[in-house]
């Protein structure tokens, strides 16, 4: 609620200058030519394995620096990219900018990038991904691709083949935000994950606050691990929560509290010395872009 009622006022403008609706087209036509005008650009956030500090990987999270309204949220762009058409173009461009990034890091660290529904019902999506990779010579096994259940939205036979024709890459595949949708159970049964990131409502104060998301998060590791796939907690943001959910059982942590997103050149010198230390700060939120 906090971060709804902050959104915007970082802009330089009066929106209520303009209608909505035509506010929404400067923007779509904005970010038209976001790419071209090298106005996004990729931050990284590290991945660690809660056993220990050790960096498993990093996500890749595109940023936008709007030339008059400075930067604006991916919560924000995407999703109207996804509706004009752009994501597309959008997610290649943070696809090859992240693996050319990590083909730079020690091959014993990750590269998670978040694939938009529509990017993997695009049926030259494995080509592109393929293609990629080999662009830069990756290893497959290093690239994570995240996705959300709203590729299960389409459900056609062309979305299970997608998961077959990416798993035989050899690419590892994540479900992310889980706990947040409909009937995720149904979709763990049918698509090949190695991974489930759950979603940060159920991590972020999880020790403070009361004893059920406590019991949630026991439920998806206890789940996960009988399917045999990974769990990373996304939002962990203080030692409290850090210390409950290595309690819990969950592989891998991702929070403020061992990073935020940072640029290129900082995660390659993280990836390279392959340890991040906890901060010591309690819930402080990420400054406002
Ligand atoms: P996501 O994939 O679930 O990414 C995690 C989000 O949680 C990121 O927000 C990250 O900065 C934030 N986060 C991580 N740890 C903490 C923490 O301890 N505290 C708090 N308060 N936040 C934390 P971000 O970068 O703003 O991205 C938001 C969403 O936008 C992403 O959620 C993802 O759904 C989407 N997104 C970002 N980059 C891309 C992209 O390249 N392609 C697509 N399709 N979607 C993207
Ligand atoms: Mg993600
Ligand atoms: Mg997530
Ligand atoms: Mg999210």
Known sequence: AAKAAGRGKHCFYEPS????????????NDLRQAL???????????????AGEEISGFEALVRWNHPLRGPISPDKFISLAEECGMI???G??????????????????????NLSPIQFNDPHIVDTVAAVLSDYGLNAARLELEITEGVFL?????????????????VRLALDDFGTGYSSLGYLK?????????????????????????????????????????????GVETHDDLWLIRELGVSQVQGYIFGKPMKG??????????????????????PRH
């Not at 290649?92 to 990038?113: G, K, M, Q």
């Not at 606050?209 to 399917?227: P, Q």
Request: aromatic share 6%.
């Open 36 to 50: 071209d005008r090298n106005e996004l650009w990729v931050a990284y956030q590290p991945i660690v394995r809660a």
């Open 265 to 286: 050149p900082e995660a390659r010198e993280k990836a390279n010395s392959s340890r991040v230390e906890a901060e010591g700060y309690q819930c402080i939120r990420e």
């Open 17 to 28: 200058m303009h209608s909505e609706a035509t506010d929404r087209q400067v923007l779509e």
């Open 92 to 113: 290649e461009f943070v696809l090859r900018t992240a693996v050319a990034e990590a083909a730079r890091w020690p091959d014993t660290v990750r590269i998670a990038v």
């Open 190 to 234: 049918k698509a090949p994950f190695d991974k489930i990131k759950i979603d940060q409502s159920f991590v972020r104060g999880a020790a403070s606050t009361t004893k059920r998301n406590g019991a949630i998060i026991r439920a998806i590791v206890t789940l996960a691990d009988s399917l045999g796939m990974d769990t990373t907690a996304e």
């Open 154 to 170: 389409a459900d056609s036979d062309m979305t299970d083949s997608t998961f077959a024709r990416l798993k035989s890459l050899g």
């Open 88 to 90: 597309g173009k959008i």
